[in-house]
Structure formats: structure tokens, C-alpha cells
């Protein structure tokens, strides 16, 4: 039985051995998933987004006093 692959429509034969079925390969699963596009790419701006908060919070406190 031959199938295409979703991500690059490669015929392909359907195997039981096939673990990447119904894509040819790793790497097309992975592009499907989303998951090739955003790999090694770190979140930016989290920890300092969250310095912000801090320091709001820091600066609202002065304000009190
Ligand atoms: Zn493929």
C-alpha cells in the first residue's frame, strides 16, 4: 500500500516497521507537528518580563511608603 507524505507528498510504502507513518521520515513528522520550525528557538523576553512584574511590584511598594 503506497501513501503520500502529508509534509512533502513523497509516495511512500504504508509499513507496520514504518514508525514515522504516515510521513517518510522523522524530520517530515516533525515539520507536520510544528515542532521542526520552533526547535532551538528559546522563548525570548520571559525572565525579563518578569523582572518587569518585579519591579512594578518594588515600585508600587514605594509608593505606599
Ligand atoms: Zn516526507
Known sequence: MK???PTCQKSLEWTPDNKYRPFC???C???DL???ASEGHA???KSVEEE???EDWNEQ???DN
Open 3 to 5: 501513501v503520500q507524505c
Open 25 to 27: 521520515s522523522e524530520r
Open 29 to 31: 513528522k516533525l515539520i
Open 34 to 36: 510544528g515542532e521542526w
Open 43 to 45: 522563548i525570548p523576553g
Open 52 to 54: 518587569m512584574m518585579s
Open 61 to 63: 511598594k514605594r509608593w
